[in-house]
Antibody
Framework: QLQLQESGPGLLKPSETLSLTCTVS??????????WGWIRQPPGKGLGWIGT???????YYGPSLKSRVTISVDTSKNQFSLKLNSVTAADTAVYYC???????????????????WGRGTLVTVSS | SSELTQDPAVSAALGQTVRITCQGD??????ASWYQQKPRQAPLLVIY???NRPSGIPDRFSGSSSGNTASLTITGAQAEDEADYYC???????????FGGGTKLTVL
Protein backbone atom coordinates (compact mmCIF):
# COMPACT_ATOMS: atom_id res chain seq x y z
CA GLN A 1 0.00 0.00 0.00
CA LEU A 2 1.41 3.33 -1.06
CA GLN A 3 2.40 5.69 1.76
CA LEU A 4 3.75 9.23 1.96
CA GLN A 5 6.04 10.54 4.67
CA GLU A 6 7.17 14.11 5.15
CA SER A 7 10.54 14.89 6.67
CA GLY A 8 12.60 17.97 7.42
CA PRO A 9 13.48 20.50 10.11
CA GLY A 10 10.68 21.47 12.44
CA LEU A 11 12.07 24.81 13.59
CA LEU A 12 13.36 27.66 11.47
CA LYS A 13 14.35 31.26 12.05
CA PRO A 14 12.86 34.11 10.04
CA SER A 15 14.50 34.61 6.63
CA GLU A 16 15.71 30.99 6.47
CA THR A 17 14.69 28.48 3.81
CA LEU A 18 12.18 25.76 4.58
CA SER A 19 13.15 22.43 3.03
CA LEU A 20 10.90 19.39 3.24
CA THR A 21 10.99 16.03 1.52
CA CYS A 22 8.16 13.63 0.88
CA THR A 23 9.18 10.00 0.51
CA VAL A 24 6.85 7.77 -1.45
CA SER A 25 6.89 4.11 -0.41
CA UNK A 26 4.95 1.11 -1.67
CA UNK A 27 4.64 2.48 -5.19
CA UNK A 28 6.43 4.40 -7.89
CA UNK A 29 6.51 8.16 -8.11
CA UNK A 30 6.72 7.78 -11.89
CA UNK A 31 3.30 6.17 -12.29
CA UNK A 32 1.82 8.19 -15.19
CA UNK A 33 -1.55 8.95 -13.58
CA UNK A 34 -0.09 10.34 -10.37
CA UNK A 35 0.78 13.92 -9.54
CA TRP A 36 2.30 15.00 -6.25
CA GLY A 37 1.39 18.00 -4.16
CA TRP A 38 2.15 20.08 -1.11
CA ILE A 39 -0.57 21.57 1.08
CA ARG A 40 -0.17 23.47 4.31
CA GLN A 41 -2.36 24.31 7.28
CA PRO A 42 -1.50 27.12 9.73
CA PRO A 43 -2.46 26.35 13.33
CA GLY A 44 -6.22 26.57 13.76
CA LYS A 45 -6.79 27.49 10.12
CA GLY A 46 -7.79 25.84 6.89
CA LEU A 47 -5.94 24.04 4.12
CA GLY A 48 -3.95 25.90 1.48
CA TRP A 49 -2.53 24.45 -1.71
CA ILE A 50 1.14 25.24 -2.29
CA GLY A 51 1.85 23.43 -5.54
CA THR A 52 1.97 20.21 -7.51
CA UNK A 53 4.63 18.37 -9.50
CA UNK A 54 4.61 15.60 -12.07
CA UNK A 55 7.41 13.05 -12.20
CA UNK A 56 8.75 14.65 -15.39
CA UNK A 57 9.43 17.80 -13.39
CA UNK A 58 6.48 19.88 -14.58
CA UNK A 59 5.36 22.14 -11.76
CA TYR A 60 2.23 24.07 -10.89
CA TYR A 61 2.32 26.65 -8.12
CA GLY A 62 -0.34 28.51 -6.20
CA PRO A 63 -0.34 32.30 -6.67
CA SER A 64 0.21 33.33 -3.07
CA LEU A 65 3.59 31.60 -2.59
CA LYS A 66 4.75 31.31 -6.18
CA SER A 67 7.59 33.81 -5.83
CA ARG A 68 9.16 31.91 -2.91
CA VAL A 69 8.45 28.26 -3.71
CA THR A 70 10.32 25.55 -5.57
CA ILE A 71 9.03 21.99 -5.84
CA SER A 72 11.31 19.34 -7.29
CA VAL A 73 11.32 15.59 -7.81
CA ASP A 74 14.00 12.92 -7.47
CA THR A 75 12.74 9.80 -9.21
CA SER A 76 15.82 7.78 -8.24
CA LYS A 77 14.90 8.21 -4.59
CA ASN A 78 11.13 8.15 -5.09
CA GLN A 79 10.92 11.53 -3.41
CA PHE A 80 9.69 15.02 -4.09
CA SER A 81 10.66 18.13 -2.21
CA LEU A 82 9.49 21.58 -1.20
CA LYS A 83 11.63 24.65 -0.71
CA LEU A 84 10.17 27.89 0.60
CA ASN A 85 12.58 30.75 1.02
CA SER A 86 12.55 33.83 3.20
CA VAL A 87 10.17 32.33 5.74
CA THR A 88 8.33 34.39 8.33
CA ALA A 89 6.11 33.51 11.27
CA ALA A 90 3.20 33.43 8.83
CA ASP A 91 4.72 30.29 7.28
CA THR A 92 4.30 28.37 10.52
CA ALA A 93 2.05 25.49 9.60
CA VAL A 94 1.61 21.77 9.28
CA TYR A 95 2.88 20.83 5.83
CA TYR A 96 1.31 17.86 4.06
CA CYS A 97 2.39 16.03 0.97
CA UNK A 98 -0.32 14.29 -0.99
CA UNK A 99 -0.96 12.32 -4.16
CA UNK A 100 -3.16 13.99 -6.73
CA UNK A 101 -5.01 11.75 -9.13
CA UNK A 102 -7.78 12.00 -11.67
CA UNK A 103 -10.37 9.92 -13.42
CA UNK A 104 -12.57 10.43 -16.48
CA UNK A 105 -16.31 10.14 -16.04
CA UNK A 106 -18.69 8.83 -18.68
CA UNK A 107 -18.88 12.27 -20.27
CA UNK A 108 -15.14 12.44 -20.68
CA UNK A 109 -14.79 15.04 -17.95
CA UNK A 110 -11.63 14.74 -15.85
CA UNK A 111 -12.08 14.96 -12.09
CA UNK A 112 -9.08 15.74 -9.90
CA UNK A 113 -8.62 15.01 -6.22
CA UNK A 114 -6.04 14.27 -3.52
CA UNK A 115 -6.57 10.64 -2.58
CA UNK A 116 -3.64 9.95 -0.30
CA TRP A 117 -1.98 12.19 2.27
CA GLY A 118 1.09 12.05 4.46
CA ARG A 119 0.67 12.52 8.19
CA GLY A 120 2.01 16.05 8.00
CA THR A 121 4.92 17.76 9.67
CA LEU A 122 4.78 20.91 11.78
CA VAL A 123 7.20 23.64 10.80
CA THR A 124 7.54 26.52 13.23
CA VAL A 125 9.21 29.79 12.29
CA SER A 126 10.42 31.66 15.33
CA SER A 127 13.37 33.77 16.31
CA SER B 1 -9.80 34.76 1.10
CA SER B 2 -11.00 31.55 -0.50
CA GLU B 3 -12.90 31.43 -3.77
CA LEU B 4 -14.90 28.59 -2.23
CA THR B 5 -17.20 29.55 0.64
CA GLN B 6 -18.29 27.19 3.40
CA ASP B 7 -20.31 27.80 6.53
CA PRO B 8 -17.85 27.84 9.44
CA ALA B 9 -19.90 25.48 11.58
CA VAL B 10 -22.93 23.23 11.46
CA SER B 11 -24.43 20.89 14.00
CA ALA B 12 -26.65 17.86 13.81
CA ALA B 13 -28.31 15.53 16.23
CA LEU B 14 -27.11 11.96 16.30
CA GLY B 15 -28.76 10.11 13.44
CA GLN B 16 -29.92 13.28 11.72
CA THR B 17 -29.15 14.11 8.11
CA VAL B 18 -26.78 17.02 7.67
CA ARG B 19 -25.73 18.89 4.55
CA ILE B 20 -22.49 20.83 4.25
CA THR B 21 -22.30 23.23 1.35
CA CYS B 22 -19.52 24.81 -0.69
CA GLN B 23 -20.23 27.78 -2.93
CA GLY B 24 -18.16 29.31 -5.68
CA ASP B 25 -18.43 30.39 -9.29
CA UNK B 26 -15.81 27.86 -10.34
CA UNK B 27 -18.13 25.04 -9.27
CA UNK B 28 -20.25 25.75 -12.33
CA UNK B 29 -17.32 24.36 -14.33
CA UNK B 30 -15.21 22.20 -12.05
CA UNK B 31 -16.18 19.41 -9.70
CA ALA B 32 -15.53 19.39 -5.98
CA SER B 33 -13.95 16.78 -3.76
CA TRP B 34 -14.49 16.60 -0.02
CA TYR B 35 -12.11 15.92 2.85
CA GLN B 36 -12.73 15.01 6.46
CA GLN B 37 -10.19 16.11 9.04
CA LYS B 38 -10.26 15.06 12.66
CA PRO B 39 -8.08 16.76 15.28
CA ARG B 40 -4.35 16.13 14.84
CA GLN B 41 -4.96 13.97 11.77
CA ALA B 42 -4.32 14.42 8.09
CA PRO B 43 -7.29 15.09 5.82
CA LEU B 44 -9.13 12.05 4.50
CA LEU B 45 -10.83 11.97 1.11
CA VAL B 46 -14.53 11.16 1.52
CA ILE B 47 -16.06 12.22 -1.81
CA TYR B 48 -14.52 12.75 -5.24
CA UNK B 49 -15.84 13.45 -8.71
CA UNK B 50 -19.06 14.94 -7.33
CA UNK B 51 -20.48 11.72 -5.87
CA ASN B 52 -17.97 8.91 -5.60
CA ARG B 53 -16.80 7.39 -2.34
CA PRO B 54 -13.36 5.90 -1.88
CA SER B 55 -13.17 2.38 -0.56
CA GLY B 56 -13.83 2.29 3.16
CA ILE B 57 -15.95 5.43 3.34
CA PRO B 58 -19.43 4.65 4.69
CA ASP B 59 -22.32 5.00 2.29
CA ARG B 60 -23.98 7.56 4.55
CA PHE B 61 -21.61 10.06 2.88
CA SER B 62 -22.78 11.38 -0.47
CA GLY B 63 -22.06 14.33 -2.73
CA SER B 64 -24.01 16.44 -5.16
CA SER B 65 -23.68 19.61 -7.15
CA SER B 66 -26.03 22.21 -8.61
CA GLY B 67 -25.07 25.48 -10.19
CA ASN B 68 -22.41 27.16 -8.06
CA THR B 69 -22.94 24.92 -5.04
CA ALA B 70 -21.46 21.55 -4.14
CA SER B 71 -22.86 19.65 -1.19
CA LEU B 72 -21.73 16.91 1.10
CA THR B 73 -24.58 15.07 2.78
CA ILE B 74 -24.27 12.75 5.74
CA THR B 75 -27.42 10.67 6.07
CA GLY B 76 -27.67 9.60 9.70
CA ALA B 77 -24.72 11.42 11.27
CA GLN B 78 -22.68 9.41 13.74
CA ALA B 79 -20.54 10.60 16.62
CA GLU B 80 -17.41 9.62 14.69
CA ASP B 81 -18.39 11.99 11.88
CA GLU B 82 -17.64 14.98 14.09
CA ALA B 83 -14.79 16.68 12.24
CA ASP B 84 -13.82 19.54 9.98
CA TYR B 85 -14.88 19.16 6.37
CA TYR B 86 -13.19 20.87 3.43
CA CYS B 87 -14.25 21.13 -0.16
CA UNK B 88 -11.65 21.42 -2.90
CA UNK B 89 -11.89 22.45 -6.51
CA UNK B 90 -10.24 24.94 -8.87
CA UNK B 91 -10.35 28.71 -9.09
CA UNK B 92 -12.36 30.36 -11.86
CA UNK B 93 -9.34 30.49 -14.17
CA UNK B 94 -8.88 26.75 -13.78
CA UNK B 95 -5.20 27.20 -13.09
CA UNK B 96 -5.10 26.78 -9.35
CA UNK B 97 -6.31 24.34 -6.72
CA UNK B 98 -8.43 25.97 -4.05
CA PHE B 99 -9.87 24.74 -0.77
CA GLY B 100 -12.93 26.05 0.98
CA GLY B 101 -12.45 27.54 4.42
CA GLY B 102 -13.79 24.42 6.12
CA THR B 103 -16.91 23.55 8.10
CA LYS B 104 -16.76 22.24 11.64
CA LEU B 105 -19.42 19.57 12.13
CA THR B 106 -20.64 18.95 15.66
CA VAL B 107 -22.77 15.88 16.29
CA LEU B 108 -24.96 16.40 19.33
Amino acid sequence: QLQLQESGPGLLKPSETLSLTCTVSGGSITTPTYYWGWIRQPPGKGLGWIGTIYYTGSTYYGPSLKSRVTISVDTSKNQFSLKLNSVTAADTAVYYCARRVYYYDSSGYRHWYFDLWGRGTLVTVSS
Amino acid sequence: SSELTQDPAVSAALGQTVRITCQGDSLRTYSASWYQQKPRQAPLLVIYGRDNRPSGIPDRFSGSSSGNTASLTITGAQAEDEADYYCKSRDTSGNYVVFGGGTKLTVL
